[in-house]
Nanobody, 119 residues
Framework: QVQLVESGGALVQAGGSLRLSCILS????????VGWHRQAPGNQRELVAI???????HYLDSVKDRFTISRDNAGSTTYLQMISLKPEDAAVYYC?????????????WGKGTQVTVSS
């Protein structure tokens, strides 16, 4: 099991920046992918960015060149650096991870952090 706790959400003006953090605890050695998703009211949750243990990243097209996912060397914290924020980036942002243990894959989620962008 892995527990995830997000922080860093806030109200910012359009064009501003934020860095979200996600602290992972528990069996983090079993984590092979970490990611950030977001969900705005009335919308489905969407993948924003993911990062594999090998460092491969993937981004939602609308955030490429503005958002950067990273992870510390210990693997215990993952970050989402966001710049040039737009009103359409406003959402609850969720951190998640995938674990593989003995061939069994599981997914774990944090409870989310609110990002609000004023125009």
């Amino acid at each position: 099991q892995v527990q995830l706790v997000e922080s860093g959400g806030a109200l910012v003006q359009a064009g501003g920046s934020l860095r979200l953090s996600c602290i992972l605890s528990g069996n983090i050695s079993s984590v092979d992918i970490v990611g950030w998703h977001r969900q705005a009211p009335g919308n489905q949750r969407e993948l924003v960015a993911i990062m594999t243990n090998s460092g491969t990243t993937h981004y939602l097209d609308s955030v490429k060149d503005r958002f950067t996912i990273s992870r510390d060397n210990a693997g215990s914290t993952t970050y989402l650096q966001m710049i040039s924020l737009k009103p359409e980036d406003a959402a609850v942002y969720y951190c998640n991870c995938r674990t593989v243990v003995g061939g069994t894959t599981d997914y774990f989620w944090g409870k989310g952090t609110q990002v609000t962008v004023s125009s």
